[in-house]
């Protein structure tokens, strides 16, 4: 089985910065496509972004121009670099392995995810 081994949660101010880390390891299925996803409380939990091997990303629009996707292919891992974080941010962050992308842009979730990991932004 592949593990997905996060970190770089925390408790930050609006406007403050976070950076967080997805490593997988082990084997048995694909890291050509990964993402992040978060749930806040009470609400259901959404994608947020998406990267491919080759590095194209694709991003929720409540987050566009304010978080980066990338990947390390070499480390095997992802990040997500979050900036201008804000109040409604606030939520557990899960990263992904991603079982089919389509040319349309639509992503399907494998059942592969990481243990999560908070993300807390004070107002």
């Known amino acids: 089985q592949v593990q997905l081994v996060e970190s770089g949660g925390g408790l930050v101010q609006a406007g403050g910065s976070l950076r967080l880390s997805c490593a997988a390891s082990?084997?048995?299925?694909?890291?050509?496509?990964m993402a992040w996803y978060r749930q806040a409380p009470g609400k259901q939990r959404d994608l947020v972004a998406v990267?491919?091997?080759?590095?194209?990303?694709k991003y929720a629009d409540s987050v566009k121009g304010r978080f980066t996707i990338s990947r390390d292919n070499a480390k095997n891992t992802v990040y997500l670099q979050m900036n201008s974080l804000k109040p409604e941010d606030t939520a557990v962050y899960v990263c992904?392995?991603?079982?089919?992308?389509?040319?349309?842009?639509?992503?399907?979730?494998?059942?592969?995810w990481g243990q999560g990991t908070q993300v807390t932004v004070s107002s």
């Open positions: 992904n392995l991603g079982r089919y992308y389509t040319a349309g842009g639509h992503y399907t979730p494998s059942d592969y």
């Open positions: 990267i491919t091997s080759g590095g194209s990303t």
């Open positions: 082990g084997s048995g299925y694909s890291t050509n496509l």
